[in-house]
Nanobody, 125 residues
């Protein structure tokens, strides 16, 4: 069992930055791929970014070049640095852990075993 707790959300103006954190407990994340997803009101949860246990990364096209995912296994924490934020980035952001990587599974909600409760990000225009 992996417990995940997100933090760092808030309200920011267009063009601003936020850094989300996802702290894991109960188990080390060393052997897990970690992902970030988001869900806006009335929309499906969508993939944002993922990082493998060997730090391979992948991003959705909507955030590539603006967001950066990273991990610090010593702190059992994953980060999402979000720059050049846009109003369409407004959503609840979720952290997730997966025991698999590859074949596109890291970009689907079904590919993840554990989820956090989410943190709200609001970008004002």
């Amino acid at each position: 069992q992996v417990q995940l707790v997100e933090s760092g959300g808030g309200v920011v103006q267009t063009g601003g930055s936020l850094r989300l954190s996802c702290a894991a407990s109960e188990r080390s994340i060393d052997s897990y791929a970690m992902g970030w997803f988001r869900q806006a009101p009335g929309k499906k949860r969508e993939f944002v970014a993922a990082i493998s246990w060997s730090s391979d990364v992948t991003y959705s096209t909507s955030v590539k070049g603006r967001f950066t995912i990273s991990r610090d296994n010593a702190r059992n924490t994953v980060f999402l640095q979000m720059n050049s934020l846009k109003p369409e980035d407004t959503a609840v952001y979720y952290c997730a852990a997966s025991s698999s990587w590859g074949w596109g599974s890291e970009e689907t909600t079904q590919g993840y075993d554990y989820w956090g409760q989410g943190t709200q990000v609001t970008v004002s225009s």
